[in-house]
C-alpha cells in the first residue's frame, strides 16, 4: 500500500515539472519574442516548378514598400496578418502565410493561382484558374495553357481581376468545365492547345498533333465527346494516318463524322 502511494506522489511530482516547465518557457518566450529582431527573410513559392507569375523579389518589395526592411526590426512589430492580406491582393497568388520562428525568421510561403485557361477576348488576355478567378497576363511569364479566342459571348477589360459578373459566369464555368476536364487528364492536357468558339456557340479545338480541325460542338456532354475522340485516335489514325481527314465531328450521338482531307487525299 505504501508502495502504491509513493509510486502515484513520484508520477504527481514528475508531471508538475514537467507542466511547470513548459509554463515558464512559455512565459519567458512570450516574454523575449517581441524583443527579439528579426534576423532572415525566408520567401518559399511551393508551386514554382509550375509557375512563376512571382518572384522572391517582387514579394520582398511588396513587403518592403509596405513596412520597410523587415530584417533588424523587433519581430513583436512585425503584423504577419497584415502582410498577408497585402499579398493576397496580388493577383497571381491564391494564398499566402506568414509566420516568425523562434529563431527570428520571418517565413512566407507563397501559392500561386494555377491557370486552366487563357481567354483572348477584344480588350487583351487573361488567364483564368480552377476556381473561375480571373487575372491578367503578366509579360514575365507565360502559362502554356489551351487558349480560348473566337465570338467570346461577353467583353472584358484587360485588367479585370475577380470573378466574372453573373451572366458572363456561366458561360466562363461552362468553357471552365472543359478546361478543367483536359488539364486532369495528361493526354488531353497534352493534346488540346486552342479552342475557337464559333458565332453559333460551337467549340472547336486545334490539336498539336495533327493538321485536322475537331468539331465539338456544345459544351455538354464533354465526357463523351472525349472518349468518341479518344476512339479516333486509338482505332482510326493508326489505319488511316494523321493526314487522311481534315475535321472530326463529335457533335451528333453515337456518331463521329470525319471529313476528308481533300489536299492530302488529291496528291
Known sequence: MFRKILISFAVILVLGAIGAYFF?????????????LCREVNITLLDSAQNRFVTKNEVLEIIEGFAGKSIGQPVGEINTH????????????????VSITREGR???NITQRKPVLRIQGE????????????????????????????????????????????????????????????????????????????????????????????VFGDLNDID??????????????PAEGWEKYSSVNLKYKDQIICKLNKKKNNQ
Open 224 to 237: 463523351t465527346k472525349f472518349n468518341k475522340l479518344y476512339t479516333f485516335y486509338k482505332n482510326i489514325v
Open 123 to 214: 480588350n487583351g488576355g487573361f488567364y483564368v484558374d480552377e476556381t473561375q478567378y480571373i487575372f491578367p497576363l503578366v509579360p514575365t511569364f507565360t502559362s502554356y495553357v489551351p487558349i480560348v479566342s473566337g465570338h467570346i459571348p461577353f467583353t472584358l477589360n484587360a485588367d479585370h481581376r475577380g470573378m466574372a459578373l453573373e451572366d458572363d459566369g456561366n458561360w466562363m464555368g461552362k468553357v471552365l468545365e472543359l478546361g478543367n476536364y483536359m488539364s486532369n487528364d495528361p493526354f488531353w492536357s497534352a493534346q488540346i492547345e486552342h479552342i475557337y468558339v464559333e458565332a453559333n456557340g460551337d467549340i472547336i479545338l486545334t490539336p498539336r498533333v495533327g493538321e485536322h480541325k475537331i
Open 106 to 108: 520571418l517565413q512566407i
Open 82 to 97: 497584415l502582410i498577408e492580406k497585402l499579398l493576397d491582393q496580388r493577383n497571381a497568388i491564391r494564398e499566402s502565410q
Open 24 to 36: 515558464f518557457a512559455q512565459k519567458l518566450y512570450s516574454t523575449n519574442m517581441p524583443a527579439a
